[in-house]
């Protein structure tokens, strides 16, 4: 997939806990590491919105674009 999540890396460098951010965001945990992992066909802009509101953040900060040259090596 072309979209790649860079969650993980965001709430390392905010050093929070993915517990805390789930609760905030009103989503169970193992949504949270789905999403995470990128097993997830779709976010709701609500939640990506609470997301980069916890995490003082944006969009783009979460998501990425690989193209499948990319993906390939």
């Known amino acids: 997939m072309p979209i790649v999540v860079q969650l993980d890396i965001m709430l390392a460098r905010r050093k929070v806990k993915s517990k805390d951010l789930a609760e905030h965001v009103g989503i169970t945990e193992a949504n949270l590491s789905l999403l995470k992992q990128g097993k997830v066909r779709g976010v709701r802009f609500e939640t990506l919105g609470k997301i980069c509101q916890f995490l003082n ?11 499948d040259e990319e993906n390939r090596s």
Do not use: E, K, T, V
């Open 57 to 67: 953040c944006q969009p783009g900060d979460l998501l990425a674009y690989q193209s």
